[in-house]
């Protein structure tokens, strides 16, 4: 049965992922000096705090002498900034942030936490507002920016007026804008501590007497992390979903498993795998989408559309939403991925065969005036009793012929299928309810 393979692969994805979860990092501990440079570039998320964390952790191990964090990002999840953080200020090795370029919105916390903040001449820290810019959230972000620049001994109203545009600092700020500091101006100020050429220079500055025996290794994600990250992004998250709810729409439409159903299920495979790998998500959430995939399978192979299409539907919504870090950010890709992939399937509708299975949720027949077929609005009980045979399968709903007329009808509780004959047991109006012929309670 085809829907059981595209569960079985689905459930195999997953587990491939999970496998590469459990890998981990040797221990390189050897007696040797070593120097960790930890890249945090791009957008941070969930992705780049478990990567971070790992390089941490293994640096450790190691007994590096310095880390370094070579930061250069528009920022990202406050949240997964804020993990990343706290993994900083735990660390009993010496951190410098290299601001290589920028560290602006949520890379200003990372950069902050380190002991020491360098950077290239044309960098850029700040310009740190959340979105949405609503007060609890500045009020949160904030907080979170003058504890940090506390417990490194940093002037937290300097820091807090990144995020905070009611924040006035005579000569620096004023009221209704958010504070961004070229390296000059934050060196002037104090933020940072020295202003470097590049990475080298860094680790002069930092470890003189042994940088010609240092080793230096520059951390590097690996594939667990690398599709966590690309996962958990906000930017291709919705685009995953997307493209899941096409292909699988797209397979449940079309004769046969193939490549739509195949690409469907790597992308959510990739989101709910990565997700739970970056942490985001617990194993249940990846239990609850596998579920509700059955449910809607179980819902395809019965008449009608009830209780088990209705809970896969929600379970599969339940799943997604609880995969995000938080819920504007859910419901913001939901909704993109909904919109967009209804769009999609709408121009595809009009190129595929439409598979026979999925008229068991939808009826695809048109019953047009021009073929015979007649409106049942008038008072149809003189078809009471009487015998037809169906043009249609009824699932529940279809079309028959009675006493010669072609007319709509409503299967009791059963499915019939096309070519049966069929007996009409009840008239409720216009409604006019059959029952197969060649069942014992109909006669």
Same mark, same amino acid.
């Given at each position: 049965?085809?829907?059981?393979?595209?569960?079985?692969?689905?459930?195999?994805?997953?587990?491939?992922?999970?496998?590469?979860?459990?890998?981990?990092?040797?221990?390189?501990?050897?007696?040797?000096?070593?120097?960790?440079?930890?890249?945090?570039?791009? %957008?941070?998320?969930?992705?780049?705090?478990? +990567?971070?964390?790992? =390089?941490?952790? &293994?640096? /450790?191990?190691?007994?590096?002498?310095?880390? !370094?964090?070579?930061?250069?990002?528009?920022?990202?999840?406050?949240?997964?900034?804020?993990?990343?953080?706290?993994?900083?200020?735990?660390?009993? !090795?010496?951190?410098?942030?290299?601001?290589?370029?920028?560290?602006?919105?949520?890379?200003?916390?990372?950069?902050?936490?380190?002991?020491?903040? #360098?950077?290239?001449?044309?960098?850029?820290?700040?310009?740190?507002?959340?979105?949405?810019?609503? &007060?609890?959230?500045?009020?949160?972000?904030?907080?979170?920016?003058?504890?940090?620049?506390?417990?490194?001994?940093?002037?937290?109203?300097?820091?807090?007026?990144?995020?905070?545009?009611?924040?006035?600092?005579?000569?620096?700020?004023?009221?209704?804008?958010?504070?961004?500091?070229?390296?000059? /101006?934050?060196?002037?100020?104090?933020?940072?501590?020295?202003?470097?050429?590049?990475?080298?220079?860094?680790?002069?500055?930092?470890?003189?007497?042994?940088?010609?025996?240092?080793?230096?290794?520059?951390?590097? #994600?690996?594939?667990?992390?690398?599709?966590?990250? %690309?996962?958990?992004?906000?930017?291709? $998250?919705?685009?995953?979903?997307?493209?899941?709810?096409?292909?699988?729409?797209?397979?449940? *439409?079309?004769?046969?498993?193939?490549?739509?159903?195949?690409?469907?299920?790597?992308?959510?495979?990739?989101?709910?795998?990565?997700? +739970?790998?970056?942490?985001?998500?617990?194993?249940? %959430?990846?239990?609850?989408?596998?579920?509700?995939?059955? *449910?809607?399978?179980?819902?395809?192979?019965?008449?009608?559309?009830?209780?088990?299409?209705?809970?896969?539907?929600?379970?599969?919504?339940?799943?997604?939403?609880?995969?995000?870090?938080?819920?504007?950010?859910?419901?913001?890709?939901?909704?993109? =991925?909904?919109?967009?992939?209804?769009?999609? !399937?709408?121009? *595809? #509708?009009?190129?595929?065969? %439409?598979?026979?299975?999925?008229?068991?949720?939808?009826?695809?027949?048109?019953?047009?005036?021009?073929?015979?077929?007649?409106?049942?609005?008038?008072?149809?009980?003189? +078809? *009471?009793?009487?015998?037809?045979?169906?043009?249609?399968?009824?699932?529940?709903?279809? $079309?028959?012929?009675?006493?010669?007329?072609?007319?709509?009808?409503?299967?009791?509780? /059963? +499915?019939?299928?096309?070519?049966?004959?069929?007996?009409?047991?009840?008239?409720?109006?216009?409604?006019?309810?059959?029952?197969?012929?060649?069942?014992?309670?109909? &006669?």
């Amino acid at each position: 049965m085809r829907y059981k393979k595209a569960l079985i692969t689905f459930v195999s994805i997953c587990l491939i992922f999970t496998f590469l979860q459990i890998c981990k990092a040797e221990n390189n501990s050897d007696g040797k000096t070593y120097i960790y440079v930890i890249p945090v570039e791009g %957008v941070i998320d969930n992705g780049v705090a478990v +990567f971070t964390e790992r =390089a941490i952790n &293994e640096a /450790e191990k190691t007994q590096a002498k310095a880390l !370094i964090f070579e930061i250069d990002t528009p920022g990202g999840e406050v949240n997964s900034a804020i993990k990343i953080s706290n993994n900083i200020l735990r660390t009993s !090795i010496p951190t410098v942030a290299f601001i290589n370029k920028e560290a602006t919105s949520a890379g200003v916390i990372i950069a902050i936490s380190c002991e020491k903040i #360098m950077a290239v001449p044309a960098a850029t820290i700040g310009a740190a507002e959340t979105r949405p810019n609503e &007060e609890k959230y500045i009020s949160y972000w904030s907080s979170a920016l003058r504890a940090v620049a506390e417990a490194r001994g940093r002037d937290p109203q300097l820091v807090a007026a990144m995020a905070d545009a009611d924040i006035v600092i005579e000569g620096v700020k004023e009221k209704g804008k958010i504070l961004s500091l070229t390296t000059k /101006e934050a060196l002037k100020l104090g933020l940072i501590d020295e202003q470097v050429e590049n990475l080298d220079e860094v680790i002069q500055k930092i470890l003189p007497e042994n940088k010609g025996n240092a080793e230096i290794i520059r951390a590097k #994600m690996n594939l667990p992390e690398q599709i966590a990250h %690309v996962a958990s992004n906000p930017y291709i $998250a919705p685009i995953l979903l997307m493209i899941g709810i096409v292909g699988i729409v797209t397979e449940i *439409l079309s004769p046969g498993f193939g490549i739509p159903g195949v690409i469907g299920l790597i992308a959510f495979g990739l989101f709910f795998g990565g997700s +739970f790998m970056a942490g985001a998500a617990p194993a249940w %959430v990846l239990g609850l989408f596998i579920l509700g995939m059955a *449910l809607l399978l179980i819902e395809i192979f019965m008449p009608g559309f009830g209780v088990f299409g209705v809970t896969g539907i929600l379970s599969i919504i339940a799943a997604i939403i609880m995969a995000f870090p938080n819920l504007e950010q859910a419901l913001i890709s939901v909704i993109f =991925a909904i919109a967009a992939s209804s769009i999609i !399937i709408y121009f *595809l #509708m009009k190129r595929i065969t %439409v598979n026979p299975i999925f008229n068991r949720i939808i009826l695809g027949t048109k019953q047009e005036k021009t073929e015979g077929y007649v409106a049942t609005s008038k008072d149809a009980s003189e +078809f *009471l009793g009487a015998k037809g045979k169906t043009i249609t399968p009824l699932r529940p709903t279809g $079309a028959a012929v009675i006493n010669g007329e072609k007319v709509d009808v409503l299967a009791e509780g /059963e +499915f019939i299928p096309k070519n049966a004959e069929i007996v009409v047991i009840k008239v409720e109006g216009s409604k006019i309810i059959v029952r197969n012929a060649n069942n014992k309670e109909s &006669e």
